[in-house]
Structures are given as C-alpha cells and as structure tokens.
C-alpha cells in the first residue's frame, strides 16, 4: 500500500474553517486517511512518502461547475475551416491546462461526449474528473440553436454519433430528447430556458421553453435515478420557470430579480455565476475573436450581471463556482474568484464556492470538495495565501502540486514529474 505524507503546510480545508498552520495530510492509495496539525498524524507501518509543501497552503482541488472542454472561443472565421476531429485533439491541452490550474473536477456544460469522459477515467489522456451534459437542449431559435440569418448555420457543438441534436420543441419531443441525451451518457441534462449572449438571433431576456416543456424535462431527467437539470438562465421569467420546474442550478442568473431570488431560497437552488463569462466576450472582441452580436450583448449585460450576483449573495443563495471555460481560455478559471470578491464575497467564501458547495452542486459531497479523511484524495499545494490574496491563484505557477485520485498530476516542488 502506498502511503504519502503531506507536510510542512497551512491547511485550508474548503469548509470554511480558519487555516490550520502546521498541518499534514496523510494519504494511502487514492484516500485521505488523516488530516490535522503534524503531531496528531500517525504514520501507518511500511514506507511512506513525505511531500514538503515548502511552507505553502495545502487546499481540496477546485472544482468548477461549469466548462465546456471541447471549445475555446467563439471565431466564426477560424472555427467554420477547421477540421471537425481537430476540436477533440484540442481539447487534450484544455483539459491538461485545466489541471494545471487546480481544478480537479468539472460539470461540462455542453460539447463533451461519453468518449471524452472515458479518455479521462481510462488515463489516456490527463484531465478532471467529469459530470457531462452532452447536448445543450434548445427550442428553435433559442440559445443553442447556431441557425442565422444569412440562411447559414454556426452549431458549437453540432450533433454526430453518440451526440444527439440539441434542437427540440414541443412536450413529447422534450420527453424524447431527454431521454436520447440519458441514453448518450450524460449524468446531468443541460437546457436554455432563456436566450443568451452567444446566441445570434435571441436576447438574454428571452424566455425559452413553456412551464409544460421544463416540467418534463425535470420528471423525465429525475427518473433516471435522480438525474438533474442545470438551466442556462438569464432573464428573469426564465429564470423562475426554471426555478419552479424543479431545476437543480442557474447557470450565469444575469437578470435576477427579487422573486427569482426568493424562488432560489425557498426551493434550495444553487446559482452558478460565471462572472467571467460576459468580460471574456468583451476581452476577445477586442482582439476580433468574437462574433459582434456576442460583443454588443456582453457590453449590455456586464454590469447588470454583477448587481445581480451581489444581490443574490445577500440574500444567502448558495452559489457554486462556475465560470463558462471555453468562452475564455482554459486554466484561467480562477480569475473567477477576483469577480466573486468583487461582488462582495469574502475570499474564504469564494474558496468554499469552489470546494465544498460546488462538490455539492455536483452531489459529489461525500467524495470530493474538502479534506476530510474518507473523500478522495485530491489535494493542492499553494505558494501564495489564497485569503490574504485571492487573486494569486490566477497565476497558474502559484499552483506548486495538484494530486487528484492520489496521483500527483502537476509537481513544481519536486521538479520530479
């Protein structure tokens, strides 16, 4: 049995807690076995590895809730010469920058198929762990649907085999179209109850798909043992017929207005930002990697946006770090955070956002998102104090080692792997 010792760190336990100075973490197989001030651990009999954090901050892997690993920007010009196997061979350093910056598990929110997810599982390729949505369901003319006026069709994510069309309307061909996207292998369904930023012929305030439709997709998504639904949602009807069909999180929640918010209280829903989202559309454009009516919408909703989150912090909904990855580059999910603090949440609350409430977002909370002897060993190593500067964690070479499944995947204290 293979036992490693983590030592000589500030632990940072994604629950909240104040640090701990002095800490280890005691790791055998892909476990944590023991976690706590150094004195405390009991080294088992048999050889045991010891890692030296050098003095830095040990914290659970992040986990972000929302990433779309087969797409990196939005460029109509680019993306409509490029081969269609290459988005998969692309997709190999996305995942592998992801890691890099410490997010160890994911939700992609629409363009990853099953083989994707196997290729991480199987370690043919290295990457987080995955939820997968597949498909992103969408009426026609909806968020989702890349049919433009010109006559030309831009799907981000067009179907192939073992990915079905996202296109669907009317009750029965929701009940259908669920079930087709279960079949597929996804373990949460993806819809757009509203119109979106990307989108080029609706607006975030339209609302998309009838209380009838959404009530189905729920029950059809919730009689495969339990299986939930996740809503691009940003105007605010949208956003309440999601809410009370029963959707388990608000995927970007920029229009939210006080009754949205209350619905999300008294229906326990997670909020999932993305506040990166909209300021990378603006970022790209200036650099012409962005369709203009992507531009002109983000330019419209930005600020609105982060009054909404902030308000919605308030007010206590449980909001999950998620940040749209694939709109911006991969590996820079942590500029999340700053954003986060900048709506007015405190840096240990964005620490928890993307550790333990998002594990339970992802109803991963008895496996991943803190340490905490039994879950799975996944497990950074930081230079910088992520609460006296959250910011730091931008700086992918801040994240000195990223140990998931109790494997080391990135090491800059060794310079061993």
Not at 63 to 73: A, P, S
Not at 251 to 260: K, M, N, P, S, V
Not at 294 to 320: C, F, L
Not at 355 to 374: F, M, R
Request: aromatic fraction near 4%.
């Amino acid at each position: 049995m293979t036992n490693v010792l983590i030592r000589n760190g500030t632990l940072i336990d994604g629950t909240g807690k104040a640090p701990l100075a002095d800490a280890a973490v005691l790791v055998k197989e892909n476990r944590i076995h023991a976690v706590g001030h150094i004195s405390s651990i009991n080294l088992p009999d048999g050889q045991t590895t010891e890692i030296d954090a050098g003095g830095g901050y040990i914290l659970p892997g992040f986990i972000d809730t929302h990433v779309h690993v087969m797409l990196q920007g939005v460029n109509i010009a680019r993306d409509i010469i490029t081969p269609f196997s290459m988005r998969f061979f692309n997709a190999v350093n996305y995942l592998k920058n992801t890691i890099n910056a410490g997010i160890t598990s994911v939700r992609d929110a629409g363009g990853a198929d099953a083989g994707v997810k196997q290729a991480v599982e199987s370690g043919v390729v290295v990457g987080p762990r995955m939820q997968i949505s597949i498909s992103v369901l969408t009426i026609t003319g909806g968020h989702g649907d890349g049919w433009m006026r010109s006559g030309m069709e831009y799907d981000l994510f067009p179907s192939y085999p073992g990915f079905p069309a996202s296109r669907v309307d009317g009750v029965e061909d929701c009940r259908r179209k669920v079930r087709e996207v279960l079949r597929a292998g996804a373990d949460i369904i993806k819809i757009c109850s509203t119109g979106g930023v990307l989108s080029p012929t609706d607006h975030p305030e339209f609302t998309q798909f009838s209380p009838e439709e959404l009530d189905v997709i729920v029950r059809e998504a919730a009689y495969r043992r339990g299986v939930k639904v996740m809503a691009h949602a940003q105007g605010a009807e949208g956003i309440k017929n999601a809410i009370r069909a029963g959707v388990h999180s608000i995927e970007h929640g920029i229009y939210l207005d006080d009754e949205a918010i209350d619905l999300m209280l008294k229906h326990g829903t997670f909020l999932v930002p993305t506040l990166l989202a909209p300021l990378a559309v603006l970022e790209a454009g200036e650099k012409g990697g962005m369709p203009e009516y992507g531009v002109r919408k983000s330019r419209e909703v930005v600020e609105i946006h982060s009054e909404s989150i902030s308000r919605a912090h308030k007010a206590g909904v449980k909001i999950a770090m998620g940040t749209d990855a694939g709109v911006m580059p991969h590996g820079t999910n942590l500029r999340e955070l700053g954003l986060m603090v900048n709506i007015g949440m405190k840096p240990m609350e964005t620490i928890v956002a993307t550790t333990k409430i998002a594990a339970e977002c992802l109803g991963w909370q008895d496996q991943v998102g803190t340490i905490e002897a039994g879950k799975l060993a996944d497990i950074l190593i930081i230079k910088t104090n992520p609460v006296q500067d959250i910011r730091s964690l931008e700086n992918v070479d801040n994240i000195a080692l990223v140990m998931k499944d109790g494997k080391v995947l990135k090491d800059q204290l060794s310079k061993s792997i």
